[in-house]
């Protein structure tokens, strides 16, 4: 046995007890025969016991059954496991017998564990190791197995089972000491993680699963022993931390990452109610049967486990969607059941919600500062993409608080933007297509997302300004609010579009844009702008849109004022068109049919006109376009002279309030034929009709229709200004040698014109483009009667010409008006020393105090005083500025 304060351990006592010599006289009688037994018999007999005990749990190479185990076996053992210290004695002997075992037959048959396991082999070695163990726990316990039989009373084999418990237990402590716990677990981790993702591919079938909306694919681990890992030492708690490692690694990648749970583009619908659905019923009862085979517990209930699964499955999918949140909103609406993917996750828990929230709106601001806040990103692109993100937002959180944390550096980025004023205004005033295409203006320069909210926007003016303090609904600010947060009771893009700049700047812009819309308007009712107008008078200051109702309101009176100049002279002169000229009115993008009939309205009847549209146009849902087919030639009746009109010009005149409207061009130079007498008469007629007004014409503001006949073919452009007219017209006019190509330049043109040469290379642009036009030598330029002309540099010439602006841009209005501002400057610097450019009693601050022409800001005036200062008016001293000694 083993001493009591040495730790080493004595072999079994051998069956032969040697010779210890002749036992010294005890001193005293025996007793005799019939004495009791002495108190020493006790130790005697477990001294017994335990050299039977011991020789009998020595590890032979003989295996059981090779000879009978005697009763004296059993009453040895009985004998020391019912009392706790001599079984406690006789456990930690057989441990380290089985230890002593294990080091020399079986440890080094575990050296694999000690390098690196790789993926490929992982499997392999951890079966190899778990038959290892079994067949070392067998020969461990093949012993005590074979001492209990059928014969044997209960008491005893409880005793025995319970031995052999502790035994294997103490076994199973050894197996662990001997492997590196951590490699063998992240090992094992890798194991169930390979197998799992095997047999959801295998069991798995997409397509039915969406059909069915519903996910039928099943998760196992069949080619697994899971029991044996909890038979040889490998279950419980390592099985259990492998297993959950694998789980987490599971729900996070091939769970998730499948077709089954893809984005719905199609239906628009969520997947995180399927998903939820297949964890409850597949993966639940997984999760379940696999843990109770790996910790030997069968009754074993993973109720708040259960529920753990599905929420951590919701949040990595939630998550995996906030990752591609920006490309989510960059294709809204088509990616709506994203967004609903993204809602459910916030809405998982109440607990985690608020750091949910904050996750989605920290990530989308990061991707949108790398890939969309940028100058690569064009202001149309962020518009739109802004308009997307309201939307997105106020689907994930309708109180707006999440919409506003994310918008606040689009915002931000938009306001610098030189542009994105005059994109949104003249977005306001643009149509779009059937295919979302923006006919006659840059795609650069109009949101059509912008175009198409203001076309779904309502009229209703009061729920969309700030809450009133008598609205008895009123509610408090969300408790997760910052401080730019706004409440309002409904809140749509154009009020999150219109709240980007200051309301004063916005309507100046807007009235700019309205009013060059305005004079390029074809709806002789202007419904789009009336309804425009009415819109911003419901959302902005109504006060402040004063000069937009009066230009309206001048656009509306000429119309009227023309028809009762006109018509008693369209009568008296007309002369009945012929269907090639109502052909050659509809243009080829088409026209309704109020619109051309005003072309003719007073020159022929309604009937006639009907019977010649029918002739010559074919009608597409609201308009009408030029057949393909040719006329057939209009006979001439020489006894019959045709009647011409006087000059052949339709004259029309908008007469506009200067006050109210922006500066517009001034441009001064000769104009085609009949345009002076036609003014002068206008300018008549207006007079005796009892107005007070002045007329001033602004020739460069006139629009006019041309018909060129040229040797191979007709040419005819609509809408043109008037000085491309007067430019063609100049070429017509000169005459030269016979059969002789008559040559002028751009200066010939200024000259003869009196002609700006911004004007002037504007129309020689435009009719190159047309092909009307060439250049024979480089700075020449000459009519291209014949197409065969070509010199084969028409393709390079016929380049887009940009639209010249009627109304003065912000650039032309400071130029202008510099000298005023310098002179201003000067004085003001004179008088009142040297000032900076900021600040309320800085120089911008007195000019716009001053001044109310002044409506820049800080970088024009230093542009003024950058001026001032390259002709010695003006020196710099740091940031202060001051007259030149």
Same mark, same amino acid.
């Given at each position: ?6 730790? =080493?351990? !004595? ?32 130790? %005697? ?22 000879? $009978? ?30 230890? !002593? ?18 993926? =490929? ?62 490699? %063998? ?8 993680? $390979?197998?799992?993702?095997? @047999? ?72 995180? $109610? ?49 990752? @591609? ?52 990103? @064009? ?85 969309? #300004?700030?809450? #009133? ?42 009235? &700019? ?144 309030? &200067? ?27 207006? @007079? ?9 014409? #602004? ?184 007259? &030149?000694?």
């Amino acid at each position: 046995m083993r001493d009591g304060g040495d730790s =080493s351990f !004595t072999t079994p006592t051998p069956e032969n007890t040697p010779s210890i010599g002749v036992l010294a006289s005890p001193g005293r009688p025996f007793g005799g025969f019939h004495a009791p037994p002495p108190g020493v018999d006790e130790t %005697v007999r477990l001294s017994r016991a335990w050299s039977t005990a011991t020789r009998f749990l020595s590890l032979p190479s003989k295996q059981p059954g090779q000879e $009978q185990i005697g009763r004296d076996v059993q009453d040895a053992m009985h004998l020391i496991c019912k009392d706790s210290r001599t079984r406690k004695d006789l456990l930690a002997w057989y441990a380290n017998e089985t230890g !002593t075992w294990f080091r020399r037959n079986m440890l080094n048959k575990l050296s694999p564990w000690h390098e690196p396991v790789p993926r =490929s082999e992982a499997k392999a070695l951890l079966l190899q190791t778990v038959e290892l163990l079994e067949d070392a726990q067998g020969h461990c316990i093949m012993w005590l197995l074979a001492l209990r039989d059928d014969t044997m009373d209960e008491d005893r084999s409880k005793l025995f089972e319970a031995f052999q418990q502790n035994v294997t237990e103490r076994l199973h402590i050894q197996y662990l000491q001997s492997l590196p716990l951590s490699r %063998v677990q992240d090992t094992m981790a890798a194991v169930f993680l $390979q197998e799992m993702k095997a @047999s959801l591919v295998t069991n798995s079938n997409p397509q039915t699963c969406l059909n069915l909306n519903e996910c039928h694919c099943n998760v196992n681990m069949d080619d697994l022993p899971l029991e044996q890992f909890y038979v040889v030492g490998l279950g419980c708690a390592l099985a259990e931390r492998a297993f959950a490692q694998a789980m987490h690694i599971f729900l996070n990648t091939a769970a998730i990452n499948r077709r089954c749970f893809q984005v719905d583009w199609a239906r628009r619908g969520s997947a995180m $109610q399927m998903l939820h659905n297949w964890v409850q019923t597949h993966l639940r009862p997984f999760v379940r049967d696999s843990l109770r085979y790996l910790t030997g517990n069968q009754l074993l209930v993973i109720s708040e486990s259960e529920h753990k699964l599905a929420e951590t499955a919701v949040t990595n999918l939630g998550r995996q969607r906030t990752d @591609s949140i920006f490309d989510y909103i960059k294709t809204w609406p088509d990616s709506t059941g994203a967004l609903l993917d993204i809602k459910h996750y916030l809405t998982l828990s109440t607990n985690t919600q608020s750091q949910s929230k904050a996750h989605v709106c920290d990530s989308f601001i990061k991707q949108a500062a790398t890939r969309l806040l940028h100058a690569g990103a @064009s202001t149309v692109e962020i518009l739109s993409i802004y308009a997307n993100v309201i939307h997105a937002f106020r689907l994930l959180d309708a109180r707006g608080v999440m919409l506003e944390k994310v918008a606040h550096p689009i915002r931000y980025y938009l306001r610098h933007r030189d542009d994105t004023v005059a994109i949104i205004a003249a977005s306001f005033l643009a149509d779009v297509g059937p295919d979302r295409a923006v006919p006659d203006a840059d795609a650069e320069k109009i949101c059509v997302d912008i175009i198409d909210e203001v076309a779904s926007s309502q009229l209703t003016g009061r729920e969309h #300004r700030m809450l #009133r303090y008598d609205d008895m609904a009123w509610m408090p600010d969300p408790i997760d609010a910052g401080p730019d947060y706004k409440a309002s009771k409904s809140e749509d893009v154009l009020a999150y579009i219109l709240g980007l700049f200051d309301a004063e700047d916005f309507i100046k812009e807007v009235t &700019s844009v309205l009013a060059q819309h305005l004079l390029q308007a074809t709806d002789p009712e202007y419904t789009k702008e009336i309804r425009l107008v009415e819109l911003f008078k419901s959302r902005l200051d109504a006060t402040k849109l004063q000069a937009a109702e009066v230009m309206l309101k001048d656009v509306h009176d000429s119309i009227n004022l023309n028809r009762r100049m006109n018509l008693a002279e369209r009568q008296a002169n007309a002369v009945p068109p012929t269907p090639r000229d109502v052909q050659a009115a509809v243009p080829e993008e088409g026209i309704t049919l109020q619109a051309l009939w005003s072309k003719f309205e007073g020159v022929m009847k309604p009937a006639q006109f009907h019977a010649t549209l029918k002739l010559v146009a074919t009608k597409r849902q609201d308009l009408y376009f030029a057949k393909r087919t040719r006329l057939p030639p209009e006979p001439v009746t020489p006894s019959a002279p045709v009647r011409l009109r006087k000059d052949g010009m339709d004259f029309r005149v908008q007469v506009l309030s &200067s006050f109210f409207w922006p500066q517009m061009r001034a441009n001064d130079f000769e104009l085609p034929k009949g345009f002076a007498e036609r003014e002068q008469a206008f300018q008549d007629r207006f @007079s005796q009709l009892g107005n007070q007004r002045k007329l001033h014409f #602004r020739h460069a503001l006139a629009h006019v229709d041309v018909k060129l006949e040229l040797e191979d073919r007709f040419v005819f452009e609509r809408d043109v200004p008037v000085w491309r007219a007067s430019v063609i017209e100049a070429f017509g006019g000169q005459v030269g040698p016979a059969d002789e190509q008559v040559y002028l330049t751009a200066g010939n043109l200024e000259d003869a014109l009196d002609m700006e040469e911004e004007l002037v290379l504007d129309a020689l642009a435009f009719w190159m483009g047309r092909r009307v036009l060439f250049q024979p030598e480089p700075g020449q330029y000459a009519v291209l009667e014949r197409l065969d002309m070509d010199t084969g540099t028409m393709a390079q010439q016929a380049a887009q010409v940009e639209e010249i602006s009627a109304v003065k841009t912000q650039d032309a209005m400071l130029r202008e008006s510099a000298p005023m501002f310098e002179t201003f400057i000067a004085n003001m610097l004179r008088n009142g020393g040297p000032k900076a450019i900021e600040g309320m009693m800085g120089i911008t601050g007195m000019l716009k105090m001053v001044l109310p022409l002044f409506t820049y800001g800080e970088e024009e005036t230093k542009w003024l005083l950058e001026e001032m200062e390259k002709r010695d008016e003006v020196v710099r001293n740091g940031d202060l500025w001051a007259v &030149s000694s």
